[in-house]
């Protein structure tokens, strides 16, 4: 019987497993994958690669906390196999309307209902993971803020990112040993960047496994039944099956929300949003890439935006005669022509640039980081209270 039901969670923590890896592989190397840097191949198997490390460093500061300081019991196996269930739930309902809840807040949900229904909920921890959850979209974007009003436009101007004509690197075949040697249309900036552009990747990837294959593998660990090595294994592999299947299509259209801006912008958020996820994660904050990375973008665009006003009149309204576009960010500057010092009205290119987020768009993925969390704590804690033995 504790065989079968190990089976069971097993199965249920690769289906969990393989939705996060269709949309954090997605989200991570998108813009790569479109600026034709790397394929969708390479990309899913580097992929695998980092959220292993992550999830076996600094994600396991987060499966401690999952597992053993939510609750002030251990899970057991059935607990554990029932949680995954909801977790899988709120995977399903955001896949049905088309935005990906914060997996990590769907966990944090799913654990605490089983404490409320069992009087085993650690409050503080709660209180702690919840005041995080609050902070860290305020952070995003303001750090996007400063980044897209102060440094992203003559970033931009001084630094292109292209992909030329044939292969990055070839070999010389002229020697006794064969060696590397530039490509026949690269230059030595776009090698440059192709690196830098491979290793925020990477980074992104790390940070994905450190917040997420947690999610997938701390309900079996401990009492439940897993060692913790086989079950980041486990929570590894299904991930990395969900990226090299069902995330080729988010890489198509080049991670979702990120297709809208260019590659640069698109790295500075990468870098802002891992960072702050890794960060937490080091210290057991169960907390979502997604969270980060979509108010990382709304900063960049409304500190663009807004360089024409100063700080007061942007965040009080009150620009005057000057015109806010949150698309601003999507024109690209010249080295003929810097962009405008800030309080200097912008080019009319710039004024015309299109929409850099759709403000429904942001509005729909705040409302499922409240109602995600919310709905997987209400349904953990009616089924646990129907069925105590379960627990």
């Known amino acids: 019987m504790v065989?079968?039901?190990?089976?069971?969670?097993?199965?249920?923590?690769?289906?969990?497993?393989?939705n996060i890896g269709g949309s954090s592989t997605g989200i991570t190397w998108g813009p790569a994958v479109g600026a034709e840097i790397v394929t969708k191949t390479t990309a899913a198997a580097v992929m695998t690669g980092f959220v292993f490390l992550g999830g076996m460093t600094v994600g396991r500061n987060v499966m401690d906390t999952l597992s053993g300081e939510i609750i002030t019991t251990e899970l057991t196996?059935?607990?554990?196999?029932?949680?995954?269930?909801?977790?899988?739930?709120?995977?399903?309902?955001?896949?049905?309307?088309?935005?990906?809840?914060?997996?990590?807040?769907?966990?944090v949900g799913a654990i605490a209902g089983l404490g409320l229904a069992t009087d085993s909920l650690n409050y503080e921890t709660i209180a702690w993971i919840v005041s995080w959850w609050v902070v860290t979209p305020i952070i995003g974007f303001w750090i996007g803020g400063v980044i897209g009003r102060y440094l992203y436009p003559e970033i931009n101007r001084r630094v292109r990112i292209e992909k030329s004509e044939g292969p990055l690197l070839a070999l010389d075949r002229r020697g006794?040993?064969?060696?590397?040697?530039?490509?026949?249309?690269?230059?030595?900036?776009?090698?440059?960047?192709?690196?830098?552009?491979?290793?925020?990747?990477?980074?992104?990837?790390?940070?994905?496994?450190?917040?997420?294959?947690?999610?997938?593998?701390?309900?079996?660990?401990?009492?439940?039944?897993?060692?913790?090595?086989?079950?980041?294994?486990?929570?590894?592999?299904?991930?990395?099956?969900?990226?090299?299947?069902i995330a080729r299509r988010t890489m198509e259209s080049v991670g979702g929300e990120l297709s809208d801006i260019p590659l640069l912008a698109a790295l500075f958020v990468m870098v802002t949003a891992s960072t702050i996820t890794t960060a937490l994660s080091a210290i057991g904050i169960p907390i979502s890439l997604v969270m980060a990375t979509v108010m990382t973008i709304v900063g960049i665009g409304w500190g663009r935006a807004t360089r024409p006003v100063t700080v007061r009149e942007a965040?009080?309204?009150?620009?005057?005669?000057?015109?806010?576009?949150?698309?601003?960010?999507?024109?690209?500057?010249?080295?003929?022509?810097?962009?405008?010092?800030?309080?200097?009205?912008?080019?009319?290119?710039?004024?015309?640039?299109?929409?850099?987020?759709?403000?429904?768009?942001?509005?729909?993925y705040v409302s499922m980081w409240v109602i995600g969390p919310s709905m997987s704590t209400l349904l953990a804690y009616g089924f646990f209270v129907a069925f105590p033995g379960v627990a």
Do not use: Q
């Open 3 to 18: 065989e079968t039901l190990l089976l069971v969670g097993i199965v249920a923590s690769i289906f969990v497993g393989f």
């Open 77 to 107: 196996l059935s607990a554990g196999v029932a949680v995954l269930f909801f977790i899988g739930l709120g995977i399903l309902v955001a896949n049905v309307f088309g935005v990906p809840v914060p997996t990590s807040m769907t966990t």
């Open 176 to 245: 006794a040993v064969p060696r590397p040697e530039l490509g026949p249309n690269t230059t030595r900036a776009e090698l440059a960047t192709t690196a830098v552009v491979l290793v925020i990747g990477c980074y992104m990837a790390f940070s994905a496994g450190a917040s997420n294959v947690p999610n997938a593998a701390a309900p079996l660990v401990g009492e439940a039944g897993l060692e913790v090595t086989t079950a980041v294994v486990i929570a590894t592999l299904a991930i990395g099956l969900g990226g090299f299947t």
């Open 315 to 364: 965040v009080t309204r009150n620009a005057g005669d000057h015109e806010i576009v949150p698309g601003a960010i999507t024109a690209a500057e010249t080295a003929d022509e810097p962009a405008a010092p800030i309080g200097e009205e912008e080019p009319a290119e710039v004024l015309r640039a299109g929409d850099l987020f759709n403000p429904r768009a942001v509005m729909k």
